[in-house]
T-cell receptor, first 115, second 113 residues
Framework: GAGVSQSPSNKVTEKGKDVELRCDPISGHTALYWYRQRLGQGLEFLIYFQGNSAPDKSGLPSDRFSAERTGESVSTLTIQRTQQEDSAVYLCASSPPDRITGELFFGEGSRLTVL | AQKVTQAQTEISVVEKEDVTLDCVYETRDTTYYLFWYKQPPSGELVFLIRRNSFDEQNEISGRYSWNFQKSTSSFNFTITASQVVDSAVYFC??????????FGAGTRLTVKP
């Protein structure tokens, strides 16, 4: 498809398990973002990839969270030893090389529920 | 790092009323970009507008208008003659050059018929 694709759309897991969330950005988009949105809350910045630069990991809440990106394509957000407070929608967004436009294109999110 | 504050958590209005959503930002950069996004009940974030720091001209698009004032570091959003379909969470965001985009906490707008 033409948009940002995220999978799974829904994930239910047990406390203590590891989960991986995947994001396929729009082809040609060099920037990729992960955000977390808890129920009824705002968007919490997690991590930002821009081309081949070192990622900005300043938003990752703990060392249980990590993310990787292969070149300028797929990104995976990994949460180890999940906790109930990790339950949220995880949103991925990408933007084109011309950051002057600045618009982010969002995926539909991956809803994570930790029991 | 940049910061965006949306002090209004929730606003409720009756259809056809005008409503203004406030956004205040902090940044050390002289070049930056401000945005508004809409998140309807369906959940998907929709881009509404982008302004750069060198363009303080206010913008109007149909019932939507934006007031950018660098002197007060504000980028407020007004909906004129609100409609039920305007009900959503609205996010203000700030992006510095070569930096990530940070969002405010959002304002939930409810427009009642």
């Amino acid at each position: 498809g033409a948009g940002v694709s995220q999978s799974p759309s829904n994930k239910v897991t047990e406390k203590g398990k590891d989960v991986e969330l995947r994001c396929d950005p729009i082809s040609g988009h060099t920037a990729l973002y992960w955000y977390r949105q808890r129920l009824g809350q705002g968007l919490e910045f997690l991590i930002y990839f821009q081309g081949n630069s070192a990622p900005d990991k300043s938003g990752l809440p703990s060392d249980r969270f990590s993310a990787e990106r292969t070149g300028e394509s797929v990104s995976t957000l990994t949460i180890q030893r999940t906790q109930q407070e990790d339950s949220a929608v995880y949103l991925c967004a990408s933007s084109p090389p011309d950051r002057i436009t600045g618009e982010l294109f969002f995926g539909e999110g991956s809803r994570l529920t930790v029991l | 790092a940049q910061k965006v504050t949306q002090a209004q958590t929730e606003i409720s209005v009756v259809e056809k009323e005008d409503v203004t959503l406030d956004c205040v930002y902090e940044t050390r950069d002289t070049t930056y970009y401000l945005f508004w996004y809409k998140q309807p009940p369906s959940g998907e974030l929709v881009f509404l507008i982008r302004r750069n720091s060198f363009d303080e001209q206010n913008e109007i698009s149909g019932r939507y208008s934006w007031n950018f004032q660098k002197s007060t570091s504000s980028f407020n959003f007004t909906i004129t003659a609100s409609q039920v379909v305007d009900s959503a969470v609205y996010f203000c965001a700030l992006s510095e050059i070569n930096n990530d985009m940070r969002f405010g906490a959002g304002t939930r707008l409810t427009v009642k018929p």
